[in-house]
């Protein structure tokens, strides 16, 4: 068991919640319990980040964005590019979360071109991938979420894999209040691991953090940490309230 290779990571995805005001608040409450080895990130809206770098700086507490365009500059009404974040100084973006597929149509080849960008960026990439319901019921969650993960890193070599975390996320369990079991979370992150060994060496796959993310809490966060292959967590609602978000960064450094 190579664990001890990896930090933990728990990351708050704040979703299209708070306002520049309410962010920076929800920092200063968790600035006093975000203490310990953990990595602790909170993804916030884009008009956040300014205020949220400020709230945070010096902090035990990493900010990141929630989505970026592949392209520098341009015609794109309506996005961001990695360059944008790069300026502002934001260490870390999640890409290709469950909604952005879900809702705003992104696939395999966009997530792929929007990690190559934040990766050629410098950015720290929180990569989002997951089944649906109905694939899981087809008994297809492997394939699937090994096709997610190998079309989003086509073309990331080994030294950048080490800015990239894989949040696996099934979509079932996300905002649901149904958590994916600890084994089930753990069979999957652990067959991920497999596939980072088989396309970058086992050496590059057990530094790689692997986070779980759906409906994580302060209550199950422990055993969903305690598993072998899951490093961390992705944590939407559960990480909108400080004391139940500590709770969470406390499971992992316990
Ligand atoms: P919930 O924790 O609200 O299920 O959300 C998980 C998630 O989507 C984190 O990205």
């Keep these: 068991m190579n664990k001890q290779l990896r930090t933990p990571v728990i990351a708050g995805n704040w979703k299209m919640n708070n306002t520049p005001a309410q962010t920076a608040a929800l920092i ?6 975000a203490q310990g080895e953990a990595t602790v990130v909170a993804a916030v809206p884009f008009i956040d980040l300014p205020t949220a770098l400020e709230a945070a700086k010096g902090t035990n507490i990493a900010i990141a964005a929630q989505n970026v365009h592949w392209a520098e ?3 794109f009404t309506g996005e961001v590019s990695a360059q944008m974040l790069q300026a ?26 929007r990690v190559r ?16 319901l109905s694939e899981r019921k087809l008994g297809i969650t492997a394939e699937i979420v090994r096709a997610q ?8 070599s080994a030294d950048e894999l080490s800015n990239v975390i894989l949040a696996y996320e099934p979509v079932w369990a996300i905002g649901t209040g149904e958590t994916a079991t600890p084994a089930q979370a753990n069979e999957v ?3 991920l691991r497999a596939l980072l060994a088989r396309l970058y060496g086992q050496d590059a796959a057990d530094r790689t953090v692997i986070q779980y993310g759906g409906s994580m ?4 966060a422990a055993e969903l940490l305690a598993q072998p292959d899951v490093d961390g967590g992705l944590i939407g609602g559960a990480s909108l309230v400080a004391e139940k978000f500590a709770a969470i960064i406390a499971a992992a450094n316990a």
Excluded at 149 to 156: M, N, P, R, S
Aim: hydrophobic fraction near 45%; charged fraction near 15%; proline fraction near 3%.
């Design 149 to 156: 993960t190998e079309i989003a890193l086509a073309g990331v």
């Design 189 to 191: 992150c652990a067959l």
């Design 73 to 75: 500059s341009g015609a």
């Design 88 to 113: 502002l100084g934001v260490p870390y973006v999640v890409i290709g979360h469950s909604e952005r597929r879900q809702y705003f149509g992104e696939t395999d080849v966009t997530v792929q071109q």
């Design 217 to 220: 809490n302060d209550a199950n």
């Design 117 to 132: 960008a934040a990766l050629n960026a410098g950015l720290k990439v929180i990569l989002c991938i997951g089944e649906v």
């Design 28 to 33: 200063a409450q968790l600035i006093p319990l």
